[in-house]
């Protein structure tokens, strides 16, 4: 079997250790805030994440940008060049129109390379939702599936992904388009906790909206027992934008419900990530019938 690269992009939010540990490559995305840019790694090289929100909590107001075609391009070409094939997992279709432009690079690339084989899947995913998702073709990747293989596996298995997740308020959301503004206002102020999912098309939507951090957080435990199979066997990822308190609290509820320590991983949201959804935010992901 011909080698392969796993990519997928720094939306994903995966702890940078698991990253690096299962030879995932990353395409990092880039934002900005007052004119200065930043490229996310996962790995905070270009800073801590706490100080990112402690200035989204200041007043800054960051924004986020969409890759270009040419980063796509110098991404496939650097490893074809290496002999290896490339299967691309793509941060949500319905979110950002980075997974047209990593088939458009491809059409490019394959000008100068036409033999070469890159497949990119839309994820229809986002955050630790794209990131749990990425886990478990990792991991399949490490047990041995060939290329062909792991991409119809994420095809198949892209709407078993369960996210759930809460935010502070829907301000940031509707700043940057992905929820209506009247969503947001109402939100605010009525002071609730909106509780989000992802829906079939890869957008965001809101399911419920609670009195409260701990009305929601049971909120996102109903659901994970609703849908998690058997919570013995369940791997997940408790995402938290600056709120570890919110994530823990979370993890010791997932155990007494029944989940394994080993089987919990707790990640940062990085700035891509939470320039969308604001400070506070507290996520939970996983993919069923595993």
Same mark, same amino acid.
């Given at each position: ?12 939010d ?30 905070? &090289? ?16 960051? !924004?986020?940008?969409?890759?270009? !075609? ?45 033999d ?10 986002a ?30 298995? &892209? ?18 388009? &992905? ?15 909106? !509780?989000?999912s ?21 909120? !996102? ?22 709120a ?34 604001g ?12």
């Amino acid at each position: 079997m011909r080698e392969y690269v796993l990519v997928s992009d720094s939306t994903c939010d995966l702890p940078i250790d698991v990253i690096k540990d299962l030879g995932i490559k990353i395409l990092p995305f880039s934002y900005s805030i007052n004119d200065e840019v930043f490229e996310y790694y996962l790995d905070e &090289r270009d800073g801590e994440i706490s100080a990112f929100y402690d200035r989204l909590r200041a007043g800054d107001m960051p !924004i986020t940008a969409q890759v270009n !075609i040419q980063a796509y391009a110098d991404l496939y070409e650097g490893f074809i060049k290496e002999g290896k094939d490339i299967l691309y997992l793509a941060f949500s279709s319905g979110l950002s129109g980075s997974y047209q432009t990593s088939r458009l690079a491809i059409d490019m690339v394959k000008e100068d390379y036409p033999d070469a084989k890159i497949i990119s899947v839309d994820s229809l995913s986002a955050s630790i939702g794209e990131g749990i998702f990425l886990y478990e073709a990792a991991m399949l990747k490490k047990e041995g599936m060939d290329i062909d293989a792991l991409a119809k596996w994420i095809e198949d298995k &892209r709407l078993d992904v369960r996210h759930w997740f809460m935010v502070e308020d829907l301000f940031h959301l509707s700043r940057g388009g &992905r929820l209506s503004a009247v969503g947001a206002v109402v939100g605010s102020a009525l002071k609730i906790k909106p !509780i989000l999912s992802v829906d079939e098309e890869g957008k965001l939507v809101v399911k419920a909206k609670t009195r409260g951090v701990g009305k929601a957080l049971d909120f !996102i435990m109903s659901k994970v027992k609703e849908d998690g199979d058997d919570l013995s066997k369940l791997r997940a990822i408790i995402g938290h934008a600056d709120a570890l308190d919110n994530a823990q609290k979370l993890k010791a509820m997932a155990l007494e419900a029944g989940m394994k320590e080993e089987n919990i991983m707790i990640a940062p949201i990085g700035p891509i990530i939470g320039t969308h959804v604001g400070a506070g935010m507290t996520a939970f992901a996983f993919v069923t019938k595993m």
